[in-house]
């Protein structure tokens, strides 16, 4: 009997709802990128219940390439649900996050995986965002009162190009929206968190799933839980030798 193969570096996990043009462009991007980081990977796409052949897409290139893993949620369950279905088969000791829709690039991905070198955390920001200036003004304010309220040092929350060490996450309660809250959940338990400015592309293909309506009311609604969660967080440290 052979050995399972080892288990990968890095775990590129990402969430994708209708996304199907998106997704050769996509895989080509990943894997270039990938391959100049010299490290062991895998990509884990989470088909969110689509209905437009983004899982049959995933499950050609899952065929083809045992680097890529398919989960496909059985109806649509949202962004988080669909990281959180990722994150529970992903095997590499850092997970990396980003959008299927082609808007991160991952040409940044060596920098994201720079900055991790001496944290815990990366959070990306969108510079030159390339959405509507009403998408725009909005995130600007819901980021600044969302760190106002709970203390959160993450400035641009919407980016979606971010990575984390396993044990960062390990244990964070995954609820509907906590793809808002991620970063400042690990802070808040002691990760250490960097920023780094990449760049964003406009959407080529499909649509946003969300306008400004949903997000500002989902979002206020989880602000309220979060700052409470903060608050109760159990904070504790294990003697050494125990
Ligand atoms: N997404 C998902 N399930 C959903 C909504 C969105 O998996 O119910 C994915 C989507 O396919 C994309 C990412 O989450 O890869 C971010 O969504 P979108 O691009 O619509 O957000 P925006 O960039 O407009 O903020
Ligand atoms: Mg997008």
Do not use: Q
């Given at each position: ?13 990402v969430p994708a709802y209708n996304e199907a043009e998106s997704l050769d462009p996509l895989f080509a991007e990943l894997r270039a ?10 990509i884990?796409l989470v088909d969110d219940g689509s209905t437009d052949g983004t899982a049959q897409r995933i499950a050609t290139e899952a065929?083809r390439?045992?680097?890529v893993?398919a989960?496909r949620?059985?109806?649509n369950?949202?962004q988080?649900?669909a ?15 980003l959008d299927a829709d082609l808007q991160n690039d991952p ?23 390339r959405d ?28 979606s ?39 964003h592309r406009p959407r080529r293909h499909g649509v946003s799933k969300y ?32």
């Open positions: 009997m052979s050995a399972p193969p080892p288990d990968p570096e890095i775990s590129v996990v990128a990938l391959a100049v980081t010299g490290r062991t990977y895998e884990v065929a390439d045992p680097r893993r989960v949620l059985e109806v369950a949202g988080s649900a990281l959180a279905a990722g994150f529970s088969r992903a095997r590499g000791a850092i997970l990396v996050t040409a940044d991905l060596p920098r994201v995986l720079a900055a991790l070198e001496g944290a815990d955390v990366v959070s990306g920001i969108r510079a030159e965002r509507s200036w009403l998408r725009i003004v909005s995130s600007r304010i819901a980021n600044g009162f969302r760190r106002r309220v709970l203390g959160d040092p993450v400035t641009d929350i919407g980016c190009f971010k990575a984390y060490r396993r044990a960062a996450l390990e244990g964070i309660p995954m609820f509907v929206g906590v793809h808002r809250f991620l970063p400042a959940l690990c802070v808040f338990r002691g990760a250490r968190l960097v920023e780094v400015r990449l760049s306008g400004v309506g949903n997000r500002l009311w989902r979002g206020l609604h989880d602000l309220v839980g979060v700052r409470w969660l903060k608050s109760r967080l159990v904070r504790y440290r294990i003697r050494p030798g125990d």
